[in-house]
Nanobody
Framework: QVQLVESGGELVQAGGSLRLSCAAS????????MGWFRQAPGKEREFVAA????????KYADSVNGRFTISRENAKNMMYLQMNSLKPEDTAVYYC?????????????????WGQGTQVTVSS
């Protein structure tokens, strides 16, 4: 069982930056691949970024590639999403998720555990 808690979401102007954090409760955090997803009002939850258990490989949605960076610190049971050059269309609730599959996954159905989400609002 893994409990995930996101933090760092807030209101920011377009062009600004934010760093989201995801704290995990599990002693076996380092065995999970992790991902960030987001959900805007009236839209489905969509993939943002994913990272393998070791942090050695990452994947990004085309819409954030080059602007967002996913990372993790297994010794601290933490995962991060550095978001730069934010756009109004990045406004959403951001969720972190953990998967028992070791490779980074884009499909949300492969994730076993989810956090409650943190709101990111980007004003124009």
């Amino acid at each position: 069982q893994v409990q995930l808690v996101e933090s760092g979401g807030e209101l920011v102007q377009a062009g600004g930056s934010l760093r989201l954090s995801c704290a995990a409760s599990s002693r076996t955090f380092s065995t999970y691949s992790m991902g960030w997803f987001r959900q805007a009002p009236g839209k489905e939850r969509e993939f943002v970024a994913a990272i393998t258990w070791s942090g050695g490989a990452t994947k990004y949605a085309d819409s954030v590639n080059g602007r967002f960076t996913i990372s993790r610190e297994n010794a601290k049971n933490m995962m991060y999403l550095q978001m730069n050059s934010l756009k109004p269309e990045d406004t959403a609730v951001y969720y972190c998720a953990a998967s028992t599959i070791s490779t980074a996954q884009r499909n949300k159905s492969f994730y076993n555990y989810w956090g409650q989400g943190t709101q990111v609002t980007v004003s124009s």
